[in-house]
């Protein structure tokens, strides 16, 4: 947070009270309000009340599974960034989640220092949905999404037109992981082979990554998409 900005109000919706004590104590440590909840109704109805910036969501809930409050909360057209916390760390949950409208996924055990990084990109995540600038900047990317300028290390990079498509969808959700299944869906229009997808990536990566066999900026999500980084 910014100095003289507003505490960001984060709820914690977890039933185990050992994870929201390490939650709560950290942070709080970073100067979050935190909110406690331990089913998942409630977090659905605060959600739609307008009680958080931001939502850290177990899935295994004892009243409605997770992806029911995930849905529950986008279906009401609630765009309150949400960091799912689970267990369950196969790739077909992650990817029903990110589906569903979660902004990332933490796999526990997990440490404070990756929840707080992932935070973070939800909440630029955000900021630049709301418009927040019209050029994007990470390390040696700069993108101009007004003019359509993109440059590496100073350079102008020309890039194809489904190039730049895909280019663009990641640097509109920068920070977030988007899935296989919605890129291609934006880009191409339907579910077409994920081949077409990892040719493209690999297309963007020579022209953008100092080294694309060790990329930093198109980071791969494996078994479920891609992540745009974005340097803190």
Known sequence: MTAGSAPLRVLVVDDEPAIRRFLRAGLTSQGYVVTELETGQPAIDAARRGAADLIVLDLGLP???GMDVIAGIRSAGVAVPIVVLSSRDNEAAKVEALDLGADDYVTKPFGIDELLARIRAAQRHRLQQGGES???????LAVDLVRRIVTVRGQEVKFSPREYAVLRLLVQHAG?????????REVWGANTDVQYLRIYIRALR?????????PTHIQTETGVGYRLRVGD
């Open 206 to 214: 020579q022209k953008i990554e100092a080294n694309p066999e060790r």
């Open 63 to 65: 009243d409605i599974d």
């Open 176 to 184: 977030k992981v988007l899935t296989h299944g919605m890129m291609l």
């Open 134 to 140: 019209a050029i994007f900047r990470s390390g040696d």
